[in-house]
Nanobody, 127 residues
């Protein structure tokens, strides 16, 4: 059974930090890229960051470059999203998702290419 379980969301003051975790199981992670998406109320889901599980190639949306860092722990089958200097506009539900590498990496943030999704972790940033 495939499972992506996010954790680490919460309520943080602007300028603060949070680390999200995504524990993955039930599929061969080396054949996938793991991505973080977010969806704010009334807005479309947007890609935030992505990492290829086998070799750690990373991608970031312009809005989070320099503030967010994606990483993975191969021994724990877990992907992390470390978020610093958080802003109110980062408020959203954050989702972990997995995309087969057969789709390529030319467009890392196309939601329809991601086959597995977690339930989401809410993140609220207040000023």
């Amino acid at each position: 059974q495939v499972l992506l379980a996010e954790s680490g969301g919460g309520l943080v003051q602007a300028g603060g930090s949070l680390r999200l975790s995504c524990a993955a199981s039930g599929f061969t992670l080396d054949n996938y890229a793991l991505g973080w998406f977010r969806q704010a109320p009334g807005k479309e889901r947007e890609g935030v960051s992505c990492i290829t599980y086998s070799d750690g190639m990373t991608f970031y949306a312009d809005s989070v470059k320099g503030r967010f860092t994606i990483s993975r722990d191969n021994t724990e089958n877990t992907v992390y999203l470390q978020m610093h200097n958080l802003k109110p506009e980062d408020t959203a539900v954050y989702y972990c998702a997995a995309k087969a590498l057969t789709y390529g990496l030319g467009y890392p943030f196309l939601p329809h290419q991601y086959v597995y999704w977690g339930q989401g972790a809410p993140v609220t940033i207040f000023s």
